[in-house]
């Protein structure tokens, strides 16, 4: 069945299975969630293009506008990542958590196929997919009771995205996602400008 953000059904199944997986490391809902111990669980081995020793493909590279990648080899059920060091860590952490969400939800890779028209290649990709592997990367970062607490305790999306090293996009994302948006921003708002 494919994936609707849009849907309550959809919605609470992936907070159901991110609070699954955090509960199988024996991480609380409250507790924040360190991506590598994820990666010990998953399986899965993150690397950096420098881990390689390909001082050309690094350089080559660095021209190229891209978050990471993942993979598995044939019969072998560990994940590979490869991660842009260019980009902050927030959005390492970020593509971290979407391509072992892919993963765990066992969606099928992307494949790269010419274009017939231009001859270019490109990257297929399932909308849906992408929606659903970002919304499960977010629960199992930012879980639903982690951002209740927070915004209960009128936390700023800055300070809480320093707590998890994610993007305060992401936080506010996950906010609005919990229905939260209204109370955050009740606290959150800057203060309104003086009338004379």
Known sequence: MTYDRGSYQ???RIERLAAGIRGRLGVDQIEPLDPWLLAD???AHV???DDFDNPDLVHRLRYVNWDGCAFRCPDDPTLIVILNPARPR????ATLMEEFA????????SAIRPDPRSGLTSRTYTRADEHEAYDLGGA???PKERIQADVAAELSASRIATIHGCSEQLVTYRIKRMRLWKRYSAYAAPPAAPTR
């Not at 927030?90 to 952490?93: A, F, L, P």
């Open 47 to 49: 690397f950096y293009p």
């Open 102 to 109: 892919h993963y765990l939800l066992n969606h099928q890779p």
């Open 90 to 93: 927030t959005r390492q952490v």
């Open 140 to 142: 199992m970062l930012l």
């Open 10 to 12: 959809d919605k609470w």
């Open 41 to 43: 669980a998953v399986p």
